[in-house]
């Protein structure tokens, strides 16, 4: 069985809320070929499952959370100046049906 | 019902409404009609913005953490949880999931229900962002962002109960710690407490304690009050049971349904093979943050009490009885009202008479809040006082009260103009007595051929002439010393 | 070319000495921008009503530079070079962009990017490809293509960047100019457009590593809106370069950089690595110890997967918020579903929306511990080999990239496989938030190649010192892009 198909690829993009067309796919899918050859190199590595995972940047980073001060809201007019539509100070979308 | 033992589990959202500022956005937390005034840029998900967490939001839920008996992690971490809706801008929630461990795992809660004592197991309690909220029209939604970034509590418990009635008294015991705690006002009609509760049904002489006993888990989304989720559980056991009679329950796939208040019954949404894949990941934005010992045990110095503590002090040290006690800790703005008026100088055993005689009456008589009151817990002393000296009758003070609560006047004032005094002195009052007993003679033999409530009759008669002003004790003292002597 | 070929310190001195005024420069700055427009492609704005400031002490007041269309500016067109923000006007300004203002620095321009950052070709922004100004033909490589063109064209000193994998060291190099990216949270992200929230760096690219410095200076700094930031008060990068580099150490990777590992090696790339280790030979000059260095080559193997696996997933993420609800040039549909999908399917360029479906598949439950969370344990293991490396170095040096520039006809990103560690392990100064600066080490076929020195985080000053000495050994300090014609 292979293990990527155009049907998983479709479905992927699906979720994500964008569209491809049969070329992209064919491309994901040739990407997806050498990825996985690559991540074949990665599970060769002796002992690889016990490093911790790397999730940030700066591992060892000290600080200090943010005081609990709250800032004054953002102008109405500035909030949606960029949004296409509107009604009664929020933004309009298409009926949401739950 | 005899042939099955019911499994529920919880999963409560609370906002935590007792900061200033939301959790990771530094706009007002706080509840606003009007829409979109709490708003910094991260709360819309403008390109470029940034989380920054609020100490204050990790050190409620922190304390919410310790209060179930919940360990902590070593590190805090966040994550994306990565789903699509138009209430969620950023096209994420920032959460905690069980890997890295949130803020607490693995607690417990003593908890009352129907007199009896329970223990609920706590799988975890984790800190995360409440959603926008979304208007629905005939032919459009709109979408407020003010409860976006909101704080909430998840707190997601072992199916423990056995019964709506656990559950709720459950659900109603956390909603007591939250406020107590200063964690949150809890209200459910603000939209502050949100349930998701899971069901199943087993056979009753099968082991609980083993996982493969158990019935097909359904879980029922977004309950939102109490007496939602005591009719969700109910109907849905009854659903269940119904289906296992009709052999059909074995059929029945692990899915997720929802509670449609106006029909009162659960509607199904999807299975659980449909259950989405949110693509957890730790937020890169947040830096892992150490949780100091210091900062646990400094939390933990700074839990106030809570109402069983509380009620505890009302019963040993105040000498209440269980029953006002639980009535006054029932809400915390109601077992705060008593302490101050007590702090104001009132004694606990009349303080405690009068709000749960009156007070709490006049409240819910015209469902108000005990914080909506003109009568301020000082005004209440002052009351208790005036009868205390004597001034006033008892009875006179409750109609004092009344007029208070409706006519936004101080007792004190009331008192004054109308120029109510209680006749308290002997004399006065023996003048009247004397008068009453030559009006009605008979009424001395027929006290001493044995009918000693003749007395009340003459001591409401002394009553009618001092228009409510004599000393109803000291009145009959006199007339029983009167009579006797003659 | 008047003025703007020019160092920030000679023209921070004319305009104190009043030979020239800030309007000038802007004039002749926007008069540049438009020219390198019509050639080169290398703008999305040019803010032709810009506003000359006030010189004060401040090297950088008064004076023009670009601004990487991927950081947000108040009532400036911002488009991460995306067709999903081609109208989006922000309402507020990136913390590092603020900083600059308050330095009285006066942008000019805004530059094209690859859409989001994604991408190191120049040719996937919305408004069309850059091209290389010393060879029309090849590319600047990217993300930060229109910044590295512009300052190499002599538009003005510099201009700011992004650096996700090499964003801004690598078409440095390309253009035969200078690229930093600080330790990572030295500046603020706040207000530029996320790509992979790990590895997002902001920098700068410049004509010499002092202007570096003095940008730098300028753009750092601890953000209450950033979290990853830190306090850098005590660091004066200006103020460190002194030039003196006697008994520092570098290393090199054999694997890397050794002719040998490539038998079947093109001329660029020979020459490109002979000269390397010529200009390694002039350092040693300096006083400086280079020695050679082996890395196992199954992890160094790993870095391009991991950068794939990493930013992808990330990437897939910090763009859910481009739906065409709040901002950006809304789709309609009866449902918010399908508006949402139109948008998105519209928007973004082919390439982005490839690696959105690989992130979202590293991420899912079943494949996350194979791909994601392996992909971020040998970003570990990488990162603690560099951080061996810095216990004995000051630094490692390596050569950028396989040569000069590439052709813009063959430019897509199935780079040859044999030399793709040479094209990727910058990678690795992102893995692990290290300072790391390119500048411009000679020429290959007439045109420009870079050499990089990457050092341990926090140790800026150490680094840019080391660059600013290696840099005064050769003559390619302030050099403007000539075009060549390779026929």
Known sequence: MKKFTEEMVIDYADKLLIGLTDDEVKMVLDEFEIIDKNIDIINTISDIEKVEPMTHCLDDFKYSLREDIAEESIDIDDLLSNCKETANREVKVPKVVE | MDKYKVLIGLEMHCEISETNSKVFSSASNSYSEIANTNIRPIDMAFPGTLPVLNMEAVKKSLMASIILNCQQPEHIYFERKNYYYPDLPKGYQITQETKPAPIGIYGELKYECNGEEKI???????????????????????????RAGVPLLELVTYPDFHSA???????????????????SEADSKKGQIRCDVNVSIMDIDKDETLEENWGTKVEIKNVNSFGGVRDAINYEIKRQIELKEDNMYDDMEQQTRRWDEESATTIYMRSKVDAIDYKYFVEPNIPKYKLEK???????????????????????????????????????????????????????????????????GHLNKNSLEITDLYVTPTMLKDLIDLVNTNTISSKQAKEVLYESLESNKTPTDIVKEKGMKQIGGEDEILKVVLEVLEEHPESINQYKSGRNNIVDFLVGQVMKKTRGQANPAMTMNLFIKEIEKR | MKYMNKSIEELHELLVNKEVTSKELIEESIELSKKVQGECNAFVTILEDAKEQEVTDNLLSGIPYGIKDNYSTKGILSTGSSNTLKDYVPFFTATAIKNLEKANAVAVNKTVLDEFGMGGTGTTGHTGTVLNPWDKTRMCAGSSSGSACAVASGVYPYATGSDTGDSIRKPAAYCGIVG????????????????????????????????????????????????????????????????NVKGKKLCYIKEICNLENYPNRSEELNNHLVNFFNVIEKVKELGIEVEEVSIDKTLLNAIPSTYVVISCAEATSNMSNLTGIVFGPREDANNYIDMIKNYRTKG?????????????????????????????????????????????YDGVILPVGSGPALKLDNSSNNLDKETQLL???????????????????????????GINITGKCYDDENVLNIAYAIESTMEYKNQIAKEVNNG
């Open chain 2, 294 to 360: 210091s900062l646990i045990e400094e939390v933990r110095s700074l839990i106030p009490k809570l109402a069983s503590e509380r009620k505890d002090t009302y019963i040993n040290e105040y000498g209440l009885s269980n029953y006002d006690a639980t009535i006054l800790v029932k809400e915390k703005s109601i077992s705060d009202y008593f302490e101050d008026t007590i702090k104001a100088g009132a004694e606990p055993k009349l303080a405690s008479n009068w709000i749960t005689s009156i007070i709490l």
């Open chain 3, 423 to 449: 094209e990727e392990h910058l990678q690795v100064g992102n893995y692990g938030g290290f300072p790391s600066i390119t500048i411009p080490d000679g020429f290959v076929s007439n045109l420009p190649v």
């Open chain 2, 120 to 146: 609920a197991r706590i799988n975890n309690i984790h800190l995360e962002e409440d959603a926008a909220s979304t208007d629905h029209y005939p032919s459009f939604s709109t979408i407020d962002y003010n």
């Open chain 2, 165 to 183: 009635d656990e559950a709720v008294s459950f659900l109603e015991t956390m909603r007591s710690i939250y406020q107590y705690a200063n964690i």
């Open chain 3, 180 to 243: 930093y990216k600080p330790t990572y949270g030295m500046i603020s992200r706040y207000g530029l457009f996320a790509f992979a929230s790990s590895l997002d760096h902001c920098g700068v690219l410049t004509r010499s590593v002092k202007d570096a410095a003095i940008v730098t200076d300028n753009m750092k700094g601890i953000d209450k809106n950033d979290m990853t930031t830190w306090d850098s008060s005590n660091i004066n990068l200006y103020k460190s370069l002194t030039g």
């Open chain 3, 348 to 392: 973004f360029s082919s390439l982005i929306k490839r690696r959105f479906v690989i992130g979202s598949y590293v991420l899912q439950s079943q494949n996350k511990d194979r791909y994601f969370h392996n992909a971020q344990r040998v970003r570990r293991l990488l990162v603690d080999e560099w951080n061996k490396l810095f216990e004995s």
